[in-house]
């Protein structure tokens, strides 16, 4: 790994369709160091959301390596598999994706909830102490209790972005995290994602159709045709 966190070699993903073999990514190879941010923009169908599911250990390329610590989570059973998801990676979508009859505390805290039911136990008062430290720092000490129908669209984000962290995630992953926002909340949604991102030192990496977005990461792709290729600062 030579001192890089996550590593992506020749990653290629095909499909089978009636007409043949349907090909999104082709040879796609880059890494990132912990700490680093990055975005990847392209059109609409260039293969950005499947690489994105691809290193969130969603869905297995047809060729090529993912290796996150020098783990390839595609060689674990799926048991295992699963812990890898949920421990090493966080998710944050266009569509914040939170439970509308749990607060705040209890959406963020489900990643954590899950993974104490997996292993049988209940879940520990350190995770709950770190949830509402995150909270604390997404600005939302005020609506911990309240459902998402309360919220606004950026806080709902703000929860979300909350979520990812609370299992501590080495690579934070983040799927057009702005596209629902009117411009004000996300460029505050940015700004927080960059900056939690810093605090924690967790590898963000961001797909997007935004250049607002975009401009805002220090490493920026472009993938198009299947075909990523690294863009200048």
Known sequence: MTGRALEVTNVTKTYAAAAGPVRVLTDVSFALQSGEAAAITGPSGSGKSTLLYILGALEPPTSGRVALDAIDPYGLDPR????????????VFQDHCLL????VLENVL??????????????????????RALID???????????PAALSGGERQRVAIARA???????????????NLDADSAASVTSLLLDMQRRHQTILLV????????AAMPIRFALARGVLTRGTA
């Open 80 to 91: 295992a598999l699963a812990d890898f998801r949920n421990r090493a990676v966080g998710f």
């Open 100 to 103: 509308p009859q749990l607060s």
């Open 110 to 131: 489900l990643p954590t909830l899950i993974a104490s039911r997996a292993a049988g136990a209940s879940a520990a008062a350190d995770d709950t102490a770190f949830a």
């Open 137 to 147: 720092q997404v600005g939302l000490t005020a609506r911990i209790d309240h459902r």
């Open 165 to 179: 962290l609370v299992r501590r995630p080495r690579l934070m992953l983040c799927d057009e995290p702005t596209g």
């Open 207 to 214: 797909v997007t159709h935004s250049p607002v977005l975009a």
